[in-house]
């Protein structure tokens, strides 16, 4: 009894450490199929470490991928999907076919069927990689010099309530000024569903159906379901718009219209493209999600130890709300709130991205909600983003019960926390592409993540932005590194109120060091490099080098304690090198520790208004206006910035750069900042190495 009872058991345990390999291949077995197969013998018992081979080619996805507790890996048998060749795509749209010349520059290809047998409705078009422009209004511009959005005025909104007084709806009317405009009277009453208005407001975004138009004022209406606060505040100077899917404005090579109408997509051919064999992809699928990672955190069921190495993720639609089929709505309030990752987690650990793409996304290539700790996206590619590159956060600041949520130091967390996520060497560019508020990576509801060694450039809005809690209140985004990175190209002019690293309330322990931040450009205003914003709290930021922003190198809205220590700030276009708008916030007067800095301008204050009066330590910085004129510190000159007690030990004097015109900030060894105590360092390390 005994012997055959221990034979079973050795049987058994043999069979729970076997694990395997699997070879995923076109015209083979599918991702899907893989995946089952796993799952099936962990079901089994097997405890093994699974190989998941996948060939070269393009898999295209008709549901989601979703990764739960039970196809787990462990540390030293993780479940591994490694690309064999050169390119393993996993791709949530298919090609477009069936293309025919109907003239006029102008070829044509049947609406593709979704999964249900219905017309595919898609806002998305990649043709051999381009995303292309759908039918806008007014056109890109190739060189950037001309208008690319159209600014407004009079903006109306008015509630609909039904007989109860409940508010069913609200009418978003605004005017138009600029001529070219007049072509939306064009528009057929029956393509008003189709055509939309896209809408950048400081910081916001929206993304609106039209409802009607009136040619003789040039006032356009759109329906939202409840008031939209921002739409009151619109101003032709913070406010501009654009339109897309208009027929009337369907007229460049390079731009694609969807016909419901006639149930085709219309594309008019770049010069030398040969539509017989260019590669046309949309997101027929509609899938916003290729991969979903579905942990149960409340329940200690975590998804866990999966590797994918080399694989690429490739065209996603954008996130529709539930059952939505056709043109969307939204509003996003910041930094893309409301966009899911094509890759989505929830209750993950220890799961690794090494050398893979993401690419081609109408949201976020990745984004890790409550309960993900420890995950890696190391030496990836994220380009041609539809939102942002990483968003990091659970959906609020979770603490362990018992600690308090506070302006103090949190050390325990919660199941539902976000932490000790680690993005490293990867390139994360072209972003905001169709949701133009994306940031490279946002850190918001999570501590002890790093950001390293990063290439961040591209987009519309932030770089890098830490924290999700505005005030002086707690919050859970502490001790955070964001280090080594190379941010720029940032704004590009459309919108407003960022920064090359952005950071908001407690963040205790958080250190920005050793970036490269540059050509940060707004609309109207706020294009800065460092950028501590309301209740920033507890931050060091040091080791950086910044320069080219339109509004300064620095700025904190209203913060307290925060160190701004060795930097280099150059060449802002306005407003002043560093700057700082108030002195005192929920009864919490402000406070700054500004050290060791070289702050360097052509023509513009080295200090902006309302510094004087914010408390905490200024010295040993060095100061230098390059245009020979009358250096201006907060309405003060060189003199009287000194006497105000403002600034201790500093000086005003030539750094010394071995080229500052050529922005080569590399000090020579008869510097002056030396003697005041500035470190040089190799900013070159910065970026992906």
Same mark, same amino acid.
């Given at each position: 009894m005994r012997a055959g009872l221990s034979a079973g058991i050795a049987v058994i345990a043999a069979f729970a450490s076997t694990g395997g390999e699997l070879t995923v291949e076109p015209g083979g077995m599918s991702p899907s199929q893989a995946l089952a197969k796993v799952r099936a013998a962990k079901a089994a018992g097997d405890r093994g470490a699974w190989t998941i081979n996948v060939k070269e080619g393009v898999y295209?996805?008709?549901?989601?991928?979703?990764?739960?507790?039970?196809?787990?890996?462990?540390?030293?048998?993780?479940?591994?999907?490694?690309?064999?060749?050169?390119?393993?795509?996993?791709?949530?749209?298919?090609?477009?076919?069936?293309?025919?010349?109907?003239?006029?520059?102008?070829?044509?290809?049947?609406?593709?069927?979704?999964?249900d047998g219905s017309p595919a409705y898609f806002e998305q078009l990649w043709v051999d990689g381009r995303r292309a422009d759908r039918a806008r209004l007014p056109n890109r511009s190739p060189d950037r010099r001309a208008a690319e959005y159209f600014p407004v005025t009079r903006p109306m909104c008015e509630a609909v309530s039904n007989a109860a007084g409940k508010v069913q709806y609200s009418i978003e009317r605004v005017t138009l000024t600029?001529?070219?405009?007049?072509?939306?009277?064009?528009?057929?009453?029956?393509?008003?569903?189709?055509?939309?208005?896209?809408?950048?407001?400081?910081?916001?975004?929206?993304?609106?159906?039209?409802?009607?138009?009136?040619p003789a004022t040039m006032t356009v209406e759109t329906h939202g379901p409840t008031p939209w606060s921002n739409w009151q505040r619109w101003t032709a100077a913070r406010t501009i718009v654009c339109f897309e899917n208009v027929r009337s404005a369907f007229?460049?090579?390079?731009?694609?219209?969807?016909?419901?109408?006639?149930?085709?997509?219309?594309?008019?051919?770049?010069?030398?493209?040969?539509?017989?064999?260019?590669?046309?992809?949309?997101?027929?699928?509609?899938?916003?999600?290729?991969?979903?990672?579905?942990?149960?955190?409340?329940?200690? &069921? *975590? @998804?866990?130890?999966?590797?994918?190495?080399?694989?690429?993720?490739?065209?996603?639609? #954008? =996130?529709?709300?539930?059952?939505?089929?056709?043109?969307?709505?939204?509003?996003?309030?910041?930094?893309?709130?409301?966009?899911?990752?094509?890759?989505?987690?929830?209750?993950?650990r220890d799961i690794v991205f090494d050398g893979c793409r993401f690419v081609h996304t109408g949201n976020y290539a990745l984004r890790l909600n409550d309960g993900c700790v420890s995950n890696t996206v190391s030496n990836c590619t994220?380009?041609?983003?539809?939102?942002?590159?990483?968003?990091?956060?659970?959906?609020? &600041? *979770? @603490?362990?019960?018992?600690?308090?949520?506070?302006?103090?130091?949190?050390?325990?967390? #919660? =199941?539902?926390?976000?932490?000790?996520?680690?993005?490293?060497?990867?390139v994360i560019r072209s972003g905001g592409r169709f949701n133009p508020e994306g940031t490279g990576v946002a850190i918001s509801h999570a501590s002890d993540c790093k950001v390293l060694h990063c290439d961040i450039h591209d987009h519309y809005y932030t770089g890098v932005s830490v924290g999700w809690t505005w005030g002086f209140s707690g919050s859970t985004a502490q001790r955070n590194e964001i280090a080594y990175n190379r941010i720029y190209d940032l704004g590009k002019g459309v919108m407003s109120d960022m920064g090359g690293v952005y950071t908001l309330a407690a963040s205790f322990g958080t250190r920005v060091h050793h970036n490269v931040v540059h050509d940060v450009w707004c609309y109207s205003y706020g294009g800065w490099a460092l950028y501590t914003d309301?209740?920033?709290?507890?931050?060091?930021?040091?080791?950086?080098?910044?320069?080219?922003?339109?509004?300064?190198?620095?700025?904190?809205?209203?913060?307290?304690?925060?160190?701004?220590?060795?930097?280099?700030?150059a060449w802002t276009r306005s407003k002043g090198g560093?700057?700082?708008?108030?002195?005192?916030?929920?009864?919490?007067?402000?406070?700054?520790?500004?050290?060791?800095?070289?702050?360097?301008?052509?023509?513009?204050?080295?200090?902006?208004?309302?510094?004087?009066g914010v408390g905490g330590v200024w010295a040993c910085n060095l100061w230098y206006d390059y245009s020979g004129g009358k250096p201006r510190f907060d309405g003060l000159d060189w003199e009287g910035w000194r006497r105000c007690g403002k600034e201790v030990h500093g000086v005003y004097a030539d750094p010394r750069f071995e080229n500052a015109e050529s922005n080569d900030f590399r000090l020579k060894a008869d510097s002056p900042a030396f003697a005041l105590g500035f470190e040089a360092w190799d900013y070159t390390t910065a970026g992906c190495r």
């Open positions: 295209g996805l008709k549901e989601t991928l979703v990764f739960t507790p039970a196809d787990s890996g462990t540390g030293d048998a993780p479940v591994a999907w490694i690309c064999e060749g050169r390119n393993a795509v996993f791709a949530g749209g298919e090609k477009v076919v069936g293309w025919k010349d109907v003239g006029g520059g102008v070829w044509s290809a049947p609406i593709p069927r979704a999964p600029n001529e070219t405009a007049k072509v939306l009277a064009a528009i057929p009453r029956d393509e008003l569903p189709y055509a939309q208005m896209l809408v950048i407001h400081q910081w916001s975004f929206a993304r609106r159906i039209l409802r009607g138009i009136d007229d460049v090579p390079g731009e694609w219209f969807y016909d419901a109408k006639a149930g085709a997509i219309l594309y008019r051919p770049l010069p030398g493209e040969d539509m017989a064999k260019v590669e046309v992809y949309a997101p027929t699928s509609q899938l916003s999600r290729l991969v979903d990672f579905r942990g149960d955190p409340d329940n200690g &069921g *975590y @998804v866990h130890d999966i590797v994918f190495r080399g694989i690429e993720f490739a065209y996603s639609a #954008a =996130p529709a709300k539930d059952g939505e089929r056709g043109p969307t709505q939204s509003y996003q309030f910041q930094a893309a709130q409301g966009a899911d990752g094509m890759v989505t987690a929830e209750g993950a994220l380009f041609d983003l539809g939102a942002g590159g990483v968003w990091m956060g659970a959906c609020k &600041g *979770y @603490v362990a019960k018992g600690e308090t949520l506070s302006r103090r130091m949190i050390r325990n967390l #919660a =199941p539902r926390s976000t932490a000790f996520n680690r993005i490293e060497n990867c309301e209740g920033s709290e507890g931050i060091t930021m040091d080791h950086n080098l910044c320069w080219n922003t339109s509004d300064g190198g620095f700025t904190q809205h209203y913060g307290s304690g925060c160190v701004i220590r060795n930097n280099i700030f560093v700057r700082m708008s108030r002195k005192e916030a929920q009864d919490v007067p402000c406070t700054l520790n500004f050290v060791n800095n070289i702050v360097v301008v052509r023509g513009v204050p080295l200090v902006g208004d309302r510094v004087r």
